[in-house]
């Protein structure tokens, strides 16, 4: 049987497939002729034939694509007219998905909506580039691992370099046999630079250049040395001793290394490159080091699009940090940049925003931060920010046991409707199962009252339920703690994920309703056991009708077993979920049991009687508004405030308020 290769898989007759062409046709492969074979007819690639009438699409995809055609073919046709001209399709495999593997549901859903079905087929084709660029990601890493930067140019083992003149071994030519990174067990020196290990003995030297390199190693041991005796084979070099010249040719490297005249040319080219140590950029750059390892560590937790999204940055992350390796800085330069915890993300930033409007090099970009810099003070942490209680920061749990870390949460909080926690046990085993990776995507919060389980996208939509859910705070739920959490697969019984802190409730549920998208429609999912007129049916219906007519849409024409809102612009809302997670895995990994503790103290102070609540003038001072992160600041607000209050609330049963969780929206 004929195969072809199509975007994600090979393909072969009676596969089904998507085109990623509008208006996104699904049906199944009725041939495949191969490029040189009798059937093929001539194009450039294997030739696939579809029968794009072989599913059933709903009603309303039926008319998209009579629509999309008619606008095509300046003829009006329906549907049923346009099913001869598309039983027999002939498409190119490198605008066809094959979906043969994918679920039922989802196969569903590209039946019945055309949006819907775009969306999937740039997801794919996105995923698919991100795959490719977590290779290069990760081969990228992997050549850091095992690379130094010298005064001119990166080096790693096999590469041609050249001592520059600053060291005993100046103005010889050798390979790199290794690279010893600063803090890893293989670094055995107590040099404070990575140990690049160079074979000086690599390059075939001419017997004039032999006796050059004897009578100064002679000189230097105050004895008479011969080349053999000379130990240039394993030799460790600092960075800042050598120059990578593996971009010359054979014939230049062999041409400079035969005359010590052009070797001391070429390396007085460099001679400005030579920056004396300097114990202050020693400390920035192994600050920087630091702030680099946990950015690859954040990059890393990313999904397949926000990778693709944050090239730019990651480039620039990069790029900074060996600039700044090389730069000769002033001593008040040196003092700036000292004065942040994240001077890196300083510079890239200041970088990329320059970049934008200029086509200068880095050197003018860094020139301009030191321009403007008590903007940069007021907006990034400083060094004596840190000072504070390291506790006091929003943090995450990475690939851990849901059942077991939000179970114990829910034990230490919840009071009444203990049972709450069963039925997100049951949702967490749904999103598990789900293909979707929007519905593992989730915000959960817990109080006395119980405890409620929404999708992060629904709680981005202003009039959603699960929107209306997450923002009904009062002053009474001093008490009430967030996360949001990510499913990420299931281990026997229980689920495992990401669980991630959102901090003050009270600033959260109103950074909620700040940053929701109005909605603009929902699509209602009917029961096909119902009676109605819209008995098995998925339809989408604007905001207006939803409001004006719910009865009949939500009683007479059919049970509905499912509501999705939708805002007006699909793509803000996806903006808005990548910057929200962006932000969250910029989180320090947390300890799961110092969490627990934490929670405990939050909930003796939420929770302790009127008489014993310092007065609200005693709180501990905020942080300026305007310093990022911004909710590290709000962590205070609002808690001080009406910390008496709440706990008199508390005292008195008949305050206590639950939203029921059956109702869908």
């Known amino acids: 049987m004929n195969t072809t290769q199509a975007i994600n898989g090979e393909i072969a007759c009676f596969a089904v497939v998507i085109s990623t062409e509008y208006p996104y046709l699904v049906g199944e492969v009725n041939a495949v002729d191969k490029i040189g074979s009798e059937e093929h007819r001539g ?204 971009n010359l040719s054979q014939d230049e490297i062999k041409r400079m290394g035969n005359l010590l005249a052009n070797c001391e040319a070429f390396c007085n080219c460099f001679a400005n490159d030579v920056i004396p140590y300097n114990e202050k950029h020693a400390e920035l750059m192994e600050r920087m080091e630091q702030n680099l390892l946990d950015y690859h560590s954040i990059y890393m937790g990313f999904d397949k699009r926000e990778l693709i999204e944050m090239a730019d940055k990651i480039a620039a992350v990069s790029n900074v940090f060996s600039h700044m390796g090389y730069r000769d800085f002033d001593d ?182 700040l940053t929701a998208l109005p909605k603009d429609s929902v699509t209602l999912t009917y029961s096909p056991d119902w009676g109605g007129v819209n008995a098995g049916k998925i339809l989408t219906v604007s905001r207006n009708e939803y409001d004006n007519d719910r009865h009949r849409l939500m009683s007479e024409s059919g049970r509905v077993i499912d509501i999705v809102p939708h805002p007006k612009d699909a793509q803000e809302l996806y903006k808005i979920l990548r910057d929200e997670r962006v932000y969250r895995m910029s989180f320090p990994i947390g300890s799961q049991e110092e969490h627990l503790k934490k929670v405990d103290a939050i909930l003796a102070e939420a929770r302790k009687p009127a008489e014993e609540i310092s007065p609200p003038e005693q709180a501990v001072k905020q942080p300026p508004a305007d310093k990022k992160p911004s909710l590290m600041g709000r962590l205070f607000e609002a808690d001080a405030e009406a910390r008496a209050y709440n706990a008199q609330q508390k005292q008195n049963p008949a305050n206590i308020t639950k939203n029921t969780k059956k109702e869908i929206d």
């Open 43 to 246: 194009s450039e690639t294997d030739e696939v034939f579809v029968d794009f009438c072989s599913e059933e699409y709903s009603e309303r995809r039926k008319k998209e694509i009579a629509a999309h055609f008619n606008k095509e073919l300046g003829a009006p046709q329906d549907y049923e007219d346009l099913l001869r001209d598309l039983c027999n399709v002939e498409a190119s495999p490198a605008n066809l998905i094959c979906i043969d593997r994918i679920s039922e549901e989802i196969v569903r859903k590209l039946l019945d909506s055309t949006e819907y079905a775009g969306t999937y087929c740039n997801q794919v084709i996105d995923n698919l580039a991100y795959a490719k660029r977590h290779v290069e990601i990760a081969e990228q890493l992997e050549r850091q691992s095992n690379t130094a930067k010298t005064i001119y140019g990166d080096v790693q083992p096999g590469d041609w370099v050249i001592a520059a003149g600053n060291n005993d071994y100046r103005y010889l030519l050798g390979t790199v046999t290794a690279v010893d990174k600063l803090g890893t067990p293989e670094h055995g020196t107590d040099n404070e630079t990575d140990d690049i290990h160079v074979d000086f003995t690599a390059f075939d030297y001419p017997p004039d250049r032999i006796e050059e390199i004897e009578e100064h190693f002679s000189g230097l041991y105050g004895e008479l040395k011969i080349f053999d005796d000379i130990a240039l084979d394993d030799v460790i070099m600092a960075p800042k001793m050598l120059i990578s010249i593996s």
């Open 332 to 513: 008040d330069e040196l003092d700036f940049f000292l004065q942040f915890q994240n001077p890196l993300e300083v510079a890239a930033e200041g970088w990329l925003d320059y970049s934008m409007d200029n086509d200068d090099g880095m050197g003018f970009a860094l020139e301009n931060v030191f321009r403007h810099k008590q903007d940069w003070l007021d907006s990034y942490p400083l060094m004596k920010d840190s000072k504070a209680p390291a506790d006091l920061g929003l943090h995450r749990f990475m690939d851990v046991n849901l059942f077991d870390f939000l179970g114990k949460i829910s034990e230490q909080v919840i009071i009444h409707y203990p049972n709450d926690w069963n039925i997100d046990k049951d949702a967490l085993f749904r999103a598990a199962a789900s293909q979707d990776e929007i519905e593992k995507r989730l915000v959960w919060h817990v109080c006395a009252t119980g405890t409620h389980l929404k999708s992060e996208r629904d709680v981005f939509i202003r009039d959603s339920g699960a929107h209306e859910y997450m923002t009904d705070y009062h002053q009474n739920d001093a008490d009430m703690l967030g996360y949001y959490v990510e499913v990420t697969g299931r281990d026997g019984q229980t689920v495992t994920g990401n669980v991630f802190e959102v901090g003050n409730y009270a600033d959260f549920a109103a950074h909620l309703r």
